[in-house]
């Protein structure tokens, strides 16, 4: 941490500051300029939330963190890019991996239907919600167990691993006895009791970025995640909240560079829930590709105006399979 | 809701939605105008997510809806203003409530001074948290149950009426059997499990606005509690997030007038996390009673400069005393 | 517009409202609905912004506009692409096109020798700034005609043609005489005098979207040049300012097939001053190119750890000719 | 100017970073951590721009800058309050001063009676726009000179000194011959070729913050008009674009006390056009006085139901004078 005094701070002011730093167990390292007086506060221990408080001491201007908060998460911490398994598929490795589903299931039939539209079109995961987080409490709020009963069903015949949101701490282990993966959804990002119990659960974790998250405050979600003990981490970026609202939210596709020299864990997009409009997707997924993600995890439905929730943003089958083919085009020029 | 056909829209298009509203169960109530054919959506059910698909037909421009998504949270199901009890003191009658506290529950020292402080300024409700939720699962994350049992016997010494975080929905029980107010969190303003579950609870529930959250959203999840049978909702505004980072939040006070046009439930204002120093809580707090707040929640701590969280933005008792005053004068003013 | 009443509308308030719709100009369509009594206003002028009062008038909950505020840039009043021409080259067509060189005219040197990296890594325009709109008035402020001069010989030894900054009105006239086509930066998107002068010119105009500024608001500004009789506008993303500090803004890429939705005019993309690091260019270019965009503007330098300014987001030569072999691929891979 | 070495950069980078430092003018001060080297840059200069180039060196993790980009506008450089003249009124001095007007001025009858208004209710300085900067082509411009000339008729026969806005560099000379101060807008903050003109004026200048400026960016405009010749200079609040909708923006109070810890200058509120709406302008209103701003400038208008523009954000008299009542009652209990 490094305080900056004020231009009229006092030596009187600097003393003072250096004994509650000392107080307070860091070093101080002063050095004085030619328009400010910085005193370095060096210590070993990452928590140092108690040295912030030195902006409110007489003759301090401002605090400036040095280091990143987060350190697990951190490709300092990591170097080489980390593998994440969903059943037999592999995320952040050479290949480019799609999950591809309804946004929730609705029965075994729209559900087993989806899943043979995403295997047919060439994804590799199934995704479906038997927990739905709702804005309205009016709106549909799940098939609850029922809903992951049918997934697990329909992931046997279909030979697709899968991943479904869990939003209770109480439901973790019931979500990861059915799914292959618990994904944890944009409100909940900051849900870090919901955090820590899928941070003791052996299977992967899908960690949707939330509209009000920065980069780094997600990678701190991860890091409650990762230091609880699971380093089966994917982040997902989806949407951040802006002033604009021709989209639900505004992909931020530089997260993905972003998130890739920050950190070792596997970046995927979801272009689905950002655009709110299924017109969007087709070129959102192709700019995913182009961008460098990981992957890609988009809203499929064999008749999306009667689904029950998101109809608007989920593909019909063959747009499905229209977009498939384009990313394989793009995926393979940028392999060569 | 409202459907408008874009001007190329042909006659097919037109009746094509037509008898796609009527095949989801609502009236279609079609107006010809100069420009545009507009189309009225018409039915019973406040749930017309599905006629938000509308926009996916071919012809259609874009839908708008007529109807408020909240109902029980809304001034047309309740013109009078709720008035929520906390322990004895009232909030959203005549008199301006102030609740002052910690930031987190340290020691039954730290939370009986505080207490003090509280009272002697003039505050009815005193504050402290015992679940925290911290963004990095390095920093301190509560006292949990010992803190809450503190909490509990500060508050016979004292007579003030408590309120405290509750971050986890097996949780609920726990929290409400110790403090006379459940406060949901702005991380968790939309986690839907907590506010099923507070909504069940017999106490009354201190909703902060999340970060991110518009001021229908917060509704929605009013509207989560009282649909669940619980009728004792004060909301929070306590900043949201914008591109400006002078403060830590933007506090937006505007907030304050117009949820009182839209809601019968109490409104007050958190000026500490808002601002995020101490300097500025002050100021902002006579403008909370001057643009017609019920109440503020403000943190208090009787030596911020050894707190464990927040100390940055935690009032000094003689701050706190010149806040009291500065607050009672101008109250004063406004009920002349 | 459509003009909705509250739910306890008077039949007073009612017919108050249909009086004032025709005092003001407007035919009023009331439509008697379960929970709400929906009154349209209907007229042949674009500009109803007196209509918006009705939301003052007592009984009126809200009013909601029907037709897009804009009409020359809309698609609905020109349904093919507009190709503009700038020198011999058209962008908008079925080419990729893509513009390139520093972000300020340093010396003759150094613009000849940006405009050979250019040239040789295959961008058909040239950029280079005269007149520089800078957060600091002690920042480097251009090298105004001085510049222009320099940006003409080096057009002419490369024939490429040229694109400059504008900031001014009352210097349209000179930087036309210089350039190919005039550009109007982020700060000035709502500059009407600075538009309206640019929509007398004869050249070309390239308007970049505000860090602020919405779609509709974009395609307003770009209005206010095609009423004042140029036709020759392309519209450009370069990120806008939300919540997150990662990359200095946020690179809208959305943006790019929802303007190519509402508007004729051919959209191309910035991400040298979105992502501010060079290090970002190359992902988002490939992005931009994946996601539609019909061309790109980027910043090259010789050598940016000289650059007078922006040399931080610059990319070197070697950079800059990676960057155009992996968009030519893409590129490839999407016209099949 | 900090520099942050990432913890993994070798002794060689380290070495050339301090060359580099070197190289562009600057002394380099390194000092080893345990887990970061960081690098001080000192030189005499305020624009140390090349030096955020560091960023690109291998190596380098971040840089952070030391000291405000801002001078003159600092309290650092003139430690009290800056009172500001318009006509015989002061501003920032101990009273409080209101700005009232319409919108636009339409007509002589128009303007003298929204005069006699602002000055029965006790406003101090008469408003009234002759340029009117809009989003739409085809709203009204304007009565430009002829407005002048009423507006300085209407000052003339109130005794009221006057504000109005200018838009174009070519205007400023004859807009000052006919008023008391020159208003930039919001759209204009970073008009620098606007600055830069009335950086030369001998009048007052009110300064906007626009919706999407920072603090800091508003600051750096002033210092524009400022190292011009010009220290008569007051900011003014008028609401940031936020990702809320339920009033046009979002009034950030915060930045009244911030503000008046950075700078010198007067800081007043525009409420009217933050909220939108007239009905939140009273208690926003009431809230900036109670904040601690020199000032408001709010619009009135006889008929706002008629007004050519900003109808819906205007009082009618009777509620200016409640307005004005309140505000005077608040200010007797804060200077108190």
Partial sequence: MIIVMKNQATEKQIEDVIHWIESVGY????????ERTVIGAVGDNRDKEILKYAESLPGVEKT??????YKLASRESHE???????GSIKIGGPEFVVIAGPCAI????QLLESAYVAKKGGAQVLRGGAYKPRTSPYSFQGMEEEGLKILNQVSARTSLPTVTEVVNPADVNIVESYADMLQIGARNVQNFALLKEVGRSQKPVLLKRGMMTTIEELLMSAEYILSAGNSQV???ERGIRTFETATRNTLDLSAVPVLKSLTHLPVIVDPSHA???WRYVIPLSRAAVAVGADGLIVEVHPEPEKAVSDGMQSLKPEKFYQLMDELRAINTAMRH
Wanted: aromatic letters at 0%.
């Fill in 64 to 69: 400036m963190p040095i280091l990143k908060p």
């Fill in 106 to 109: 609705e029965s075994e039939e």
């Fill in 234 to 236: 994917i982040l997902c």
């Fill in 27 to 34: 070093k101080a390292h002063p050095s004085i300029g030619v």
């Fill in 80 to 86: 080489g890019n980390t593998v994440v398994s969903v």
């Fill in 275 to 277: 655009a709110g409009h």
